[in-house]
């Protein structure tokens, strides 16, 4: 089983900021966050990761709570193209990914 | 980073047949593992690809059924078996680098199972 929840849907208008949250109130402490996205018919394409730090990258931004139960993938300007179900997964060294449902985010004109 | 290529992109294929995925990296590879994502689902790991050995299967996938070669650091194969329309699912074919822990995927090969 998946070690992260999600919530199944999400919109966001476009240049808006999407916020997507991830619960995985059972991290381990060697465990990263990882952040995927798959868009129609492709291979999933990765985000971001992070261990207990905020990161960025050209794509997003990964928000971490202190406690690390929980974290908010930021895509600071949503276009259309960012449509697509968004994976939130823990894992160690990605060396055994569980992918659960994950988020469909609906970017609206 | 790595480029996963994966042939065929998608096929057609009769019951009772077989079907061989290919999984080219550009670049060599410690890793490689196969993934299953049916209709509407999310992605399963099928099998873990260990170069010189055996591969792991996760349970409920069976040698048998998904045969899966690792001939070098930058090649893979996976064999769907004796197709039955429940077969009928996107495969993908993934690889982790030695200097990242990020996983890369290919674009999968779309199957069809009449």
């Not at chain 1, 202190?66 to 974290?71: F, L």
């Not at chain 2, 099928?46 to 090649?75: M, W």
Request: hydrophobic content about 30%; proline content about 5%.
């Amino acid at each position: 089983d998946a070690k992260t929840t999600q919530p199944p849907s999400m919109d966001c208008a476009e240049g808006r900021a999407a916020n997507l949250p991830c619960n995985h109130s059972t991290i381990s402490g060697n465990e990263y966050v990882y952040w995927y996205r798959q868009i129609h018919s492709q291979g999933p394409q990765y985000i971001i990761h992070g261990l207990k730090n905020n990161e960025t990258n050209e794509m997003a931004s990964l928000i971490i709570t202190e406690d690390r139960k929980s974290s908010t993938l930021i895509l600071p300007h949503a276009t259309l193209r960012d449509t697509a179900v968004y994976y939130c997964i823990v894992d160690n060294y990605g060396q055994n990914f569980v992918f659960g449902p994950g988020t469909r985010l609906s970017v609206l004109p | 980073s790595a480029v996963i290529s994966q042939k065929p992109s998608r096929d057609i294929c009769q019951r009772g047949t077989s079907l061989t995925i290919q999984c080219q990296v550009d670049s060599q590879v410690t890793m490689m593992f196969w993934y299953r994502q049916q209709p509407g689902q999310s992605l399963t790991l099928i099998a873990t690809a260990n170069q010189g050995s055996e591969a792991t299967y996760e349970s409920g996938f069976v040698i048998d059924k998904f045969p899966i070669s690792r001939p070098n650091l930058t090649f893979s194969t996976l064999t769907v078996s004796n197709m039955s329309p429940e077969d009928s699912s996107i495969y993908l074919c993934s690889a982790q680098t030695d200097r990242d822990e990020k996983l890369f995927f290919g674009s999968g090969t779309q199957l069809s199972v009449l």
